[in-house]
Structures are given as C-alpha cells and as structure tokens.
C-alpha cells in the first residue's frame, strides 16, 4: 500500500512519519502526475486558502473531485474535503457531506490542546486545535467520530476521514491506522469489482 | 479540559506554514494580495525594513489601528513586530488576538540586555538568529520559531545564506557530538544545555527556521528552501517590485516547488525589475539589522 501526502504546503513530514510508524510507506506529492499508483491521499494541515490555491494552479482541484481515492484531511485538509464551507459559495473537492466553520474556535490565542473520546476506538487521541474549523452539519451516508464542547470535529464516510485537529503534531498514530484500514477496505473492494 | 498557549500548540501553529511564504504588508490592500497569491500569513507593519532604513529614527511596534485593519481583510494568520525586549507592545498585541509575534531586530530595540521571556504569554513568538548561540537562547527563552535575520531591506541574500548555512551546519556538528562534549560546547556557544541535548537527541532544531532578510526574488526563495529553510519570509521584497501581483505569486510558487528550475524560470520571466539591492559592504556595523539581539 502507497499512501501519498499532498505536498503543497503545511505539516507534510509529520504525516509521512506517521504513515510510515504504521508501517506502511508514504510519498510527498507535488505534481498530479503523482497521484497514479497511490492508494490513498493525505491532505495535510497548513493554510487551506493556500493549498487551495495552489491546488486550483496545478490541476489538482479537477482531478480530485472526480477521483475515488480515499482520502483523509487533518484542518486545512478537512476544509478542502467539505461540500460546503460557511460564508463561501462553494466548497472545493465536495468529498464529505459536511458543512464546516473555517476558524471557529478563534485566532492562534485560543489554540487549544485536549485528549479526546473517538468512537470505535478505545484509548483517547491528544487532539491539538490550531485556528481550526469544526463540522456544522452532517449529511446523509457521514458518522460523527468525535465532539468537544457539542461541536463536531471527526467524521468519516465510506472512502473520507476529515478531522479538525492534528494527529501529526502528537506521536499518536490511532487515525492514521484508522484511515489506512478504510484504504485497505476500499483495495479490497476495488480488487473484486475487478474480478 | 482544553488547555491554551502550550508549547505543543505554538510551535505546531508555525509547523502548519512550513512550506510558505508570509509577506511584509503595511495596508489591507496589499494583505489582500498577498492572501490571494497564496501567502501563508502577512506580517502587518507600518514601514517595510528597506523603508524602514531610509526613514531612520526610532522604528516601534505598528500603529494598532493597521493591525486591526489588516487583521479584518484576511482570513489567514496575521502576525506583528515587537521592538527586542518590549514587554507592552507584545501584550498589547496578544491583547488584539495578533497570531504571531515577530521580537525583531528591524525595529529599534527596546531593551539592550535582555529578551522577551517568551513563554510567558499564550501567543507564539517568532525571532531571528545568525548561528546555533542566538537560536538555542531564542528557543530556551520560549520562541516557538525561528528565522534567519540576514540583513533586512537590503534585497541581498548573502546575509541570509550565511545565517542559513550556519545554524544547520552547527546543528549537524551537534548532532554527531558525544555527550561528554556537549557542556563545552554550550559553553562556546552561550548557548542552554538543555535546547543542545534536545537537538542532539531528535536530530534538528525543535522548532521550525524559516529564512529572512534581503529575498528579493523567486530565485532567492527557492534557494533558500534548497539550503534547508523551512519556509521563506518576504519583507520588502515583494511590495517594493514593479509588479507585487505578480512577484508575490511567483515567490510562491517557487517556495513550493523549490527544485523545478524550469517552473523557476518560467516564473522569473515578465516578472519586471525586483527590489533595488544594497551591498552589506556598504553598510556600517551600526546599520546593520543583525547586529541586534543578544
């Protein structure tokens, strides 16, 4: 299993070296050319109108609303996976069925840090908060995975994990294996609709 | 419980804009279009450094009302200048919800002995430094980042190349130094014990260092990425070119994709003249930026 960390800007070494503490390999991608022969993207946290841009330059944008590679965002990468997002017209990929609120918690002073309960899994994560959005609304065929304070901030769908925090900032390595079992599951679906 | 200003949460802020550019602006327009060319942050200020040098005098904290201004233009971090040492204008600054403070040498110091004890407050703070002494003070004192200071406002590179070269190569030294050299070490560098261990033990600095003063064109940031920054600050270098729009798109995209020399060249091409350079040569020791900080 490859699974790719979309390079463009943010915290892309720390996911590769959690892909990786999972035991499974992972590569920086900068060029769309690049994301044949992954099984898996990564949309890592950083500045999503700058990813955003940047991904709207190079063609990432066009590819990935029509690709069915599952994919996990961590903050600015949750943002980017959202069908909408409060105050603009339109989300950008419009792969999770969610409405997210960019910068809902506050400015870079009420960055937070917290360990909290995920469904489905048994030890807390060490979730740390930076200027970071959370879930509004979720749509039909989306599990909420995670709350603090009511407000949503971990959900998935069959192919898409999107959290509001950053597992890459903590040597925690629960979403990481999380998401890579939703990329096995989905190898495994692809292997026998093949067949 | 959710706790605040923890050096987790800090430094992992500036973790997210690895890879980036943050660009001087002195207005909401020019925020606007440093936003919109995919900055990662701007560093709101009244004067950039090279105007800064012309006007001479005492330069201090920005006008908060500029800050404020800019603060409600964009949606990305916006962060600000304190004088070295100036406990108020950093309070004052956390106190409007700045996301960053740059203790920076471009203003005039304000205290000539000590710095900002930094981890004091729940904003992160950012400070430059020239070799492994400054950056293991910085850090010990709770900078959250770090940056090369090169020469500010000048458009020349060369300060920032030497700053650059120097924090990593000393870092690599220590990385391969025994444990019993370690105190000497710390020692000759005035640097804390402590940061030198940490930075032996996981094999770099425990913060990122991003590169500063005299980047003036696409090239300049791209080589400043090849050299091992983490992230490249843009101070006059973007608005005091003939064309910012274009400069500072192109000084993006550059960062990104530092080792495509083609993409480079395609950029650096109708870009029109950068910023008009100065030789270090020509400045005295008293004008030099980066002869501040202790």
């Given at each position: 299993m490859k699974i790719g960390v979309l390079a463009l800007q943010g915290a892309v070494r720390e996911h590769i070296r959690l892909v990786e503490a999972c035991g499974e390999e992972a590569i920086p991608i900068k060029r769309v050319e690049e994301l044949s022969g992954i099984d898996g993207l990564i949309l890592p946290g950083g500045e999503s109108t700058t990813m955003r841009?940047?991904?709207?330059?190079?063609?990432?944008?066009?590819?990935?609303?029509?690709?069915?590679?599952?994919?996990?965002?961590?903050?600015?990468?949750?943002?980017?996976?959202?069908?909408?997002?409060?105050?603009?017209?339109?989300?950008?990929?419009?792969?999770?069925?969610?409405?997210v609120e960019r910068n809902s918690f506050g400015r870079q002073v009420d960055s937070f840090e917290e360990e909290l309960p995920v469904a489905g899994i048994e030890e807390k994560a060490l979730a740390v908060f930076i200027r970071a959005p959370h879930i509004r609304e979720t749509g039909e065929g989306v599990e909420t995975l995670s709350k603090t304070a009511g407000r949503i901030v971990a959900v998935r769908s069959d192919r898409h994990l999107g959290i509001s925090f950053h597992p890459e900032l903590t040597d925690s390595l629960v979403f990481h294996r999380f998401f890579i079992d939703m990329v096995k599951v989905d190898m495994d679906n692809k292997l026998s609709v093949g067949m | 419980m959710q706790q605040t200003g923890t050096e987790r949460v800090k430094r992992g802020m500036a973790e997210m804009q690895k890879g980036g550019v943050i660009m001087d602006v002195v207005n909401a327009e020019q925020a606007k279009v440093a936003e919109a060319s995919?900055?990662?942050?701007?560093?709101?200020?009244?004067?950039?450094?090279?105007?800064?040098?012309?006007?001479?005098?005492?330069?201090?904290?920005?006008?908060?009302?500029?800050?404020?201004?800019?603060?409600?233009?964009?949606?990305?971090?916006?962060?600000?200048?304190?004088?070295?040492?100036?406990?108020?204008?950093?309070?004052?600054?956390?106190?409007?919800?700045?996301?960053?403070?740059?203790?920076?040498?471009?203003?005039?110091?304000?205290?000539?002995?000590?710095?900002?004890?930094?981890?004091?407050?729940?904003?992160?703070?950012?400070?430059?430094?020239?070799?492994?002494?400054?950056?293991?003070?910085?850090?010990?004192?709770?900078?959250?980042?770090?940056?090369?200071?090169?020469?500010?406002?000048?458009?020349?590179?060369?300060?920032?190349?030497?700053?650059?070269?120097?924090?990593?190569?000393?870092?690599?030294q220590i990385t391969v130094m025994s444990d019993d050299e370690l105190m000497t070490e710390a020692k000759n560098h005035g640097?804390?014990?402590?940061?030198?261990?940490?930075?032996?033990?996981?094999?770099?600095?425990?913060?990122?260092?991003f590169a500063a003063g005299g980047v003036a064109t696409p090239q300049d940031a791209a080589l400043m990425m090849e050299l091992g920054a983490d992230g490249v600050f843009v101070g006059s270098g973007v608005f005091k070119s003939e064309n910012p729009e274009k400069f500072a798109k192109a000084i993006v995209e550059a960062t990104t994709h530092y080792q495509d020399y083609e993409l480079i060249g395609k950029l650096a091409k109708e870009l029109g003249t950068a910023m008009k350079g100065l030789d270090i040569n020509q400045l005295s020791l008293e004008e030099r930026m980066q002869e501040r900080g202790w």
């Open positions: 841009r940047l991904m709207d330059r190079y063609g990432f944008t066009e590819i990935l609303r029509e690709s069915d590679l599952p994919m996990f965002g961590t903050c600015a990468g949750l943002i980017l996976l959202a069908r909408n997002i409060e105050g603009y017209e339109e989300g950008h990929l419009g792969k999770l069925d969610i409405t | 995919g900055a990662v942050a701007v560093m709101a200020l009244e004067r950039v450094p090279s105007d800064i040098r012309t006007a001479g005098g005492v330069a201090r904290a920005c006008d908060p009302r500029i800050i404020e201004e800019v603060m409600e233009a964009v949606s990305i971090p916006v962060m600000a200048k304190v004088r070295i040492g100036h406990i108020t204008e950093a309070r004052v600054l956390e106190a409007m919800g700045v996301d960053y403070i740059d203790e920076s040498e471009v203003l005039t110091p304000a205290d000539e002995v000590f710095h900002l004890k930094k981890d004091d407050y729940t904003i992160p703070f950012v400070c430059g430094c020239r070799d492994i002494g400054e950056a293991a003070r910085r850090i010990g004192e709770g900078a959250a980042m770090l940056r090369t200071k090169g020469e500010p406002g000048t458009g020349n590179i060369v300060e920032a190349v030497r700053h650059m070269r120097m924090v990593n190569n000393q870092v690599r640097a804390p014990y402590d940061i030198l261990k940490e930075i032996k033990e996981i094999g770099k600095l425990p913060v990122v260092n």
